[in-house]
């Protein structure tokens, strides 16, 4: 992914072309007196990120039998 860094007065000049290029994939950096205040980015992939989060989930499962007895006998409060 390609960066591009702007002034606020640029941003506003040029908003039309400035998120055209996010559209193709572009981050711009938006800069106030030289200094970086705001990211501007194309959004993420909602379905990669889930899939992501699944398999990271996938890892923390408990697989086994959940219906039969346990071992160790236990009592309610």
């Not at 591009?4 to 000049?13: F, G, N, Y």
């Not at 908003?15 to 959004?43: D, F, Q």
């Amino acid at each position: 992914m390609t960066t591009k860094t702007i002034s606020v007065s640029d941003l506003r000049a040029n908003l039309t072309s400035i998120l055209e290029l996010v559209k193709k994939g572009k981050t711009v950096i938006v800069t106030y007196h030289g200094k970086p205040i705001a990211n501007i980015m194309p959004p993420s992939d909602r379905r990669a990120v889930a899939i992501a989060q699944l398999k990271a989930l996938r890892k923390t499962a408990i697989i086994g039998d959940i219906l039969s007895p346990l071992d160790e006998p236990w009592e309610a409060s």
